[in-house]
């Protein structure tokens, strides 16, 4: 395991990359099919990490809290290296509720991990919905416990809470960039 944090590449107001990626509920999504939200939080995740798993929990619970607010993980890492962050496994977690998404998506080719400038797992990045389509309001933790095992100083995710609370209530996110942190993506 190779601890990663994660880097800006997105600025705050960048258009959110488009992408059309498969899902684990058998459906193909695109970037337009959460047009409807107001938010959208996109997590470079998968299913082998302890970091991600630590957090799978804390996007169910945003996931339920949310309605106007699309949470989507998306999957890069190499499957062939990593068998546990297979399609098939991704599959499982969905069917078996251990993830609760909007949507669980697959970037085999991992074009869209690197569109966005990921590098860790679990590396969220929340958009509000403008006038330009999604633009990146916030990158960065989603609480500050910084491990696996390590509890947050307040309840699970409350920074990315904080931050979409922002989103939705129409004004600026006023925290500053706070590195993710995880395994580093397993690249091909």
Same mark, same amino acid.
């Given at each position: ?37 107001? /938010? ?33 993980? @998306?999957?890069?890492?190499? /499957? ?36 966005? !400038? ?38 699970? !995710?409350?920074?990315?809470?904080? /931050? @979409?609370?922002?989103?939705? !209530? ?14 580093? @993506?397993?690249?091909?």
């Amino acid at each position: 395991m190779v601890l990663e944090e994660s880097t800006r590449e997105l600025e705050r107001g960048d258009t959110a990359p488009d992408f059309e990626l498969p899902g684990a509920d058998g459906e193909t999504h695109t970037l337009d099919d959460f047009d409807e939200y107001r /938010a959208l939080l996109v997590v470079f995740t998968c299913n082998h990490c302890p970091y991600a798993q630590a957090k799978m929990e804390t996007l169910n619970e945003l996931t339920a809290l949310y309605d106007d607010v699309a949470v989507v993980g @998306i999957n890069p890492n190499d /499957a062939e290296e990593y068998p546990d962050d297979s399609f098939e496994r991704m599959q499982e977690l969905v069917a078996d509720g251990t993830v609760d998404y909007d949507a669980y998506l697959r970037d085999e080719s991992q074009d869209v991990a690197r569109a966005y !400038g990921a590098v860790c797992t679990p590396d969220p990045f929340l958009f509000r919905n403008g006038d330009a389509g999604f633009e990146l309001a916030y990158h960065g933790r989603f609480d500050d416990a910084h491990g696996p095992d390590q509890r947050p100083s307040g309840e699970a !995710g409350f920074e990315m809470a904080g /931050a @979409i609370e922002s989103v939705l !209530g129409g004004v600026p996110v006023d925290q500053q960039f706070r590195p993710s942190r995880g395994c580093s @993506i397993k690249w091909r």
